[in-house]
């Protein structure tokens, strides 16, 4: 990881919520959700893998308004967690994280890759949240179902980003709205793989 990682708090230890208190999460997936592809060794690094200067703003802008509204921030990925703090770091985005919360395929234990299992394990039982607190932001659907499967994390609000290039200004305003407390805006039809120069308004609108 490096000495260089800037963490917003790597040691802080958690505190406990008291009765009346309650603590929310968004928890994101990586690779072609925060980052716009599957970052690797033959892939695009730093701010290029995050999909350029403009979106950089655009997520440094959500995490810090999700954070703004009380929520922490965790990241579960089936990516190395090296990777994921090397490439948050390189664009200024790992100051909105915590050490504690960040997890790559190195903390999944061996043979049993579960998002759900590993989410409730190390993000939600230590702090005592509540499935109706978490907000899980993927974009492989296998990995939402198995939230929506296991009976620690049922109830969770699942996010799916559809678009194959990661979170779009749409996608971050549902978040936003989430941890805000309000209700998302119904989604609008847009093709899996379009990018935002190709959508046309007005959208089609449809319920999830």
């Known amino acids: 990881m490096g000495a260089s990682a800037s963490f917003l708090d790597a040691e802080e230890s958690y505190e406990p919520i008291r009765v009346g208190q309650r603590k929310?999460?968004?928890v994101f997936d990586f690779d072609r959700t925060l980052a716009a592809?599957?970052?690797?060794l033959y892939s695009q690094q730093g701010v290029a893998a995050l999909g350029g200067h403009d979106r950089v703003k655009s997520l440094d802008s959500m995490l810090a308004a999700i954070r703004s509204f009380g929520c922490d921030l965790g990241i579960v990925s089936f990516n190395s967690r090296s990777t994921v703090v090397k490439t948050l770091n390189a664009a200024r985005?790992?100051?909105?994280f915590r050490a504690r919360d960040c997890y790559g395929i190195e903390q999944h234990p061996k043979g049993d890759?579960?998002?759900a299992k590993l989410t409730f394990a190390k993000i939600m039982k230590p702090r005592g949240i509540r499935?109706?607190?978490v907000c899980f932001v993927d974009d492989n659907g296998d990995n939402l179902r198995d939230l929506r499967a296991n009976r620690?994390?049922?109830g969770c609000e699942l996010h799916h980003i559809r678009t194959g290039m990661g979170m779009d200004d749409e996608d971050m305003e549902r978040v936003v709205r989430w941890a805000e407390g309000k209700k998302p805006p119904r989604r609008r039809k847009t093709d899996r793989l379009a990018?935002?120069?190709s959508w046309k308004a007005p959208a089609e609108i449809v319920s999830d």
């Open 131 to 133: 499935p109706q607190d």
């Open 24 to 26: 929310r999460v968004v």
């Open 152 to 154: 620690n994390t049922k």
């Open 195 to 197: 990018t935002r120069a």
């Open 37 to 40: 592809v599957d970052v690797n």
């Open 113 to 115: 890759l579960d998002k």
């Open 93 to 96: 985005l790992l100051r909105h």
